[in-house]
């Protein structure tokens, strides 16, 4: 694949996930693809505790 393409497909992946995530999680989707590391605590645990209770 060239660099094209897979820009392509990381941002239709990038669109489906964030179609699936509740709109305040949106912009987390978008730090991760710019390289930069989401401040997950400002989220005050909603996200956290809920994927930890998929496991739990």
């Given at each position: 694949?060239?660099?094209e393409q897979v820009d392509g497909a990381l941002k239709t992946v990038a669109?489906?996930?964030?179609a699936k995530l509740?709109?305040?999680?949106?912009?987390?989707?978008d730090s991760l693809l710019a390289?930069?590391?989401p401040d997950l605590a400002?989220?005050?645990g909603g996200?956290?505790?809920k994927v930890k209770g998929?496991?739990?």
């Open positions: 694949m060239s660099g669109e489906f996930v964030k509740p709109e305040e999680y949106q912009g987390i989707v390289g930069e590391t400002s989220l005050g996200l956290l505790d998929m496991f739990g």
